[in-house]
């Protein structure tokens, strides 16, 4: 278990700083959310029942506030708290923020390095989301300058949209909320859903990180990729399954952390895969062949998470040190890959600086 003990819903996992994170959570499912702080992700401090209300989808954070969203209902239109203290019940409710008239929220909101906040939603209209783990082959994406103002439905390309084919026709189902009964278009032929959803920016790519439902097989964990918000994401693959996620993720004490809501959670070093070692070679004379090499040294990835920003990790590329070769003429290196597991390492790209 690497959060609090005693948990009950969806995790909500807050980075404010160094040595400063908070983690958000009921301690019964579908309870009112209470706060835990921790110094180092190993103890944590409780302080219950402080945030009010129940169904806390996401949270971020900017200049010593928490933003935190949550459905009312469940399911429906993220509302806004914003706190500057969580370790008491006193704060600011703006209410509902995003009317959203497709159903299915369960929305994920990142701040972007230009401030925007952006919130991603489930769109329940092409599927009977009962049958689908309340999670959709379809999701949007809104965005607003301070987080509060400006959420207007369907702002941005669909970063998820695995729909089948629409049939035009119109089916209803129940939800526990509401006697309304919800609409929906039909479509033809097996959909996969997609929910709940939590981002995090390491270096160049945005990753999406939600529930997967395979249409009739078990509920899971995966993720998603882009470079850029404001456009489709790539498929990244499942992570786990046999579960339901609901999850969050987070950059604390040199690691990431992605919260779901059972007790066993996952940590993770980063994007960069252990097993990549280097050499370089100098051509002193101009023959073409390399005179003197330096010692074969293992290269990786390193991370730390932006000032000022709760989700933005900056990545500093593995390098290699030629200081220790003489002046020459030319240049050589090599590579040596050792993928652990089943994991498969991919090289983006390699780059020489000359001074």
Known sequence: NLGPDGIGDAPVFIPAGDNDYWYLNSTKGGGIYG?????????????PDVIGEDWVTSA??????????YDQPNDEDPH????????????EDFGMVFSDPSHGSDSGVIRDEDGTFHIFYEDWGPLNARTHSWDSPLAGHTESPDGIQGFTPHEYPAPIDVR??????????LHPTTPVPYEYEIHDGPQDAFGDFTLIKVGEYYYLFCDYHPHEKQIGLAYW????????????????????????????EGNFYLFVQRADSF????????????????????????????EWQTVKETYQRKTGFSKIVEATPASLDLTSL??????????????????????????????
């Open 60 to 69: 971020e954070y900017k200049d010593g506030k928490f933003y935190i969203y």
């Open 164 to 173: 089948a084919k629409p049939t035009g026709k119109i089916g209803t189902y």
């Open 326 to 355: 003489p002046a020459g003429v030319g240049i050589q290196f090599e590579l040596e890959l050792q993928s652990p597991g089943e994991n498969v390492l991919q090289l983006d790209r390699v780059e020489l600086q000359m001074k």
């Open 225 to 252: 990729y882009s470079k850029s918000l404001k456009t489709r994401f790539t498929w990244g693959g499942p992570i786990a399954m046999g579960f339901h996620p609901d999850t969050s993720i987070g950059f604390a």
């Open 267 to 294: 940590i993770s070093s980063g994007p960069w895969v252990d097993g990549v070692s280097a050499r370089a070679g100098v051509d002193i004379d101009g023959d073409n062949k390399i005179d003197e090499w330096t």
């Open 80 to 91: 806004l708290i914003i706190d500057d203290d969580l370790t008491t019940p006193e704060h």
């Open 35 to 47: 706060a835990w702080h921790s110094t180092d992700m190993k103890t944590w401090k409780h302080y």
